[in-house]
């Protein structure tokens, strides 16, 4: 970026006419502990202009989303408080505000995207009952009203059959849509302020962009400041007017987007830039020698998926959701295989059905043995073999257990270790995924969504399986934390050969880290073939339509405008008696196979 860029960036930030719409002044924020309180931020101070993006970036842990709970007068309690400082909306001091003033802010002025939905939206609530409550709890509307409003909100976010998911609940919906109601929830009511705490972690590229775009849309139309606290520079390059980074609660650097990419000053800084995957890095990088000698691991041949949907009067099956339709698909020890697409393609289910946790058609063959209708006691070794990584961390973890406990529980159930040798590979586990040993006695809610993650990682790493799913696995951790334990997959499965189905919607990490790639759409597999066939070579378009929406992480590539779909948001659910069209794949290249050729 020239000089002349920067300055023009740097300028704009430093608008007279920009009205500050947040203060934030000497903010420190204490947490409680045995050694007594312990400061989370410390003398954190910036201001919000309306209109403005705000980013604020660090590692798990560095106090962006504490800072995002101080805000919103949301801090856990007791436990947690602001020691000292000030927090002004506009006018209004929010540190002084009561109860009834805060809930009176919240939705209305200042609004909040938090980072996991499954643990924001109530369970037993539908959809719909959770949006129009939000709407009718500050707008003088009617249920109608709201229910319309509630629509057109989904819509925005381009969920397909928006009225049909009204009715659903929570559990109904993959993880990209579920943060998608959670945009839609915050967006409906068009506040001052909104605060985004990783609000894209859960999204595909393509609806990346869309949200992205959207969050414009509200700027250019009301004024709306965002605050945007995430882990992914590139999307702080494509979006932020300036940058807060923040490290073990201190503010490290700030300053406009351009000089922070282009001239970073702070060595922290540098490190974090260091770490970010880059499309195009991936290129070349040898695939894994041991994968081409083999025979393989697991051959996945016609897998089929689908889910009836009950209606009318009688309740009978009238719909079905083709979440999986007749995909096939091998992968050898020591190979990492990458499913990518949208949210809804079916991506999840795969890995689903490869870990036994719902019912298939097909044959998943798993060195040598096909798995369906194997006896309990069989089935049981196998999915020693076979592991999985969660996309929601705080879902998969037991509240009531302590993290070393829930580490050493796959070793105690498969009785592979005494107890003493339990105590030893959890605390060697806890060393490779970055935490300290000493946490091994917390509870899963005093880490930060990231490093419940990082926990998750090490507990499927106990066993040393054949295979491990890693459904998202690294989608909500930092860069610096990622790039570490993308490393500590890659050393692992060169020296146990353990072979990684790796489901990711960032492209970036998918092409650091693949040696093959299958990309999904509809249930269905459009396009495969090897990491630089995919990305160097590109065929079918909607490969290409993934590869272009990535974020470049340079504010000198910045782009006007995010491309939007055109025309209805096509879905999986299928009236019974109407499957979709099976696609046949062809080769175009030795190992590169597309749909349509």
């Known amino acids: 970026m020239s000089e002349a860029a920067i300055l023009t960036r740097d300028d704009a930030t430093k608008d007279p006419a920009r009205e500050p719409v947040l203060t934030i002044e000497g903010l420190t924020i204490v947490v409680g502990g045995e050694a007594g309180p312990r400061p989370v931020v410390s003398d954190l101070s ?40 000030s927090i002004r909306l506009g006018e209004t001091e929010l540190t002084t505000l009561g109860e009834g003033g805060l809930r009176r802010v919240r939705g209305d002025r200042v609004a909040m995207i938090f980072q996991e939905p499954m643990t924001s939206l109530n369970p037993v609530l539908t959809i719909g009952r959770q949006l129009t409550e939000a709407i009718r709890a500050h707008q003088p509307v009617g249920l109608g009203e709201a229910r319309r409003q509630a629509v057109a909100a989904l819509e925005a976010v381009r969920i397909s059959e928006a009225e049909r998911r009204l009715g659903q609940y929570p559990h109904e919906l993959s993880g990209g849509m579920r943060q998608r109601v959670m945009i839609a929830m915050a967006l409906a009511l068009k506040p001052d302020v909104l605060i985004a705490d990783e609000p894209t972690t859960a999204l595909d590229v393509t609806v990346q962009a869309q949200i992205l775009q959207l969050l414009r849309d509200l700027q250019a139309e009301l004024g709306t400041a965002i605050i945007l606290i995430t882990h992914d520079m590139g999307v702080v390059a494509e979006v932020a007017d300036r940058v807060v980074i923040l490290r073990h609660g201190r503010q490290v650097e700030e300053g406009a987007v351009g000089p922070i990419f282009a001239v970073p000053r702070e060595g922290y800084t540098r490190e974090l830039l260091a770490a970010v995957p880059r499309i195009g890095e991936g290129a070349g990088r040898v695939a894994s020698r041991m994968a081409a000698a083999t025979r393989p691991l697991v051959e996945v041949n016609d897998l089929t998926v689908g889910f009836d949907l009950k209606g009318g009067l009688l309740g009978r099956v009238q719909r079905r959701v083709h979440a999986v339709e007749g995909i096939s698909f091998d992968l050898r020890a020591g190979e990492t295989l990458s499913l990518v697409g949208e949210s809804g393609c079916g991506k999840s289910t795969t890995a689903k059905a490869l870990a036994g946790l719902v019912p298939y058609a097909g044959d998943i063959v798993l060195d040598g043995r096909n798995v369906g209708g194997l006896p309990r006691a069989q089935t049981k070794a196998v999915r020693r073999d076979i592991q999985m990584i969660f996309q929601d961390p705080f879902a998969s973890l037991d509240p009531r257990m302590t993290v070393g406990e829930l580490v050493a529980e796959p070793m105690a159930i498969h009785r592979t270790a005494t107890v003493v040798e339990r105590r030893e590979r959890v605390a060697a586990l806890f060393e490779r995924v970055g935490l300290s040993p000493g946490e091994a006695g917390r509870y899963p809610h005093e880490f930060s969504g990231g490093e419940r993650q990082r926990i998750c990682i090490a507990r499927a790493l106990a066993l040393r399986p054949k295979l491990i799913v890693a459904d998202e696995s690294v989608s909500a951790l930092d860069v610096s934390v990622q790039a570490r334990v993308l490393e500590l997959l890659r050393e692992l499965q060169a020296e146990f050969g353990i072979a990684y189905l790796f489901i990711s919607h960032d492209m970036a990490v998918v092409e650091n880290i693949s040696d093959r790639v299958a990309v999904m759409y509809l249930g269905q597999i459009v396009e495969t073939g090897t990491r630089d066939q995919i990305f160097a070579d590109p065929r079918h378009p909607y490969t290409r339509r993934l590869i272009e929406a990535v974020p470049v992480p340079d504010p000198a590539r910045r782009r006007d405008a995010f491309p939007r779909q055109a025309g209805e948001i096509p879905s999986p659910v299928r009236p019974i008696g109407q499957p979709p069209e099976r696609l046949t794949l062809g ?6 196979w597309v749909a349509g050729h």
Do not use: D, N
Not at 587 to 592: F, S
């Open 46 to 85: 910036f201001t919000l202009g309306r209109g403005e993006t705000l980013c604020i970036a660090g590692e798990s842990g560095s106090g962006k989303s504490m800072t995002a709970l101080a805000i919103m007068g949301l801090l856990p309690k007791p436990g947690a408080g602001i020691a000292a400082g």
């Open 587 to 592: 080769e175009v290249q030795p190992g590169h």
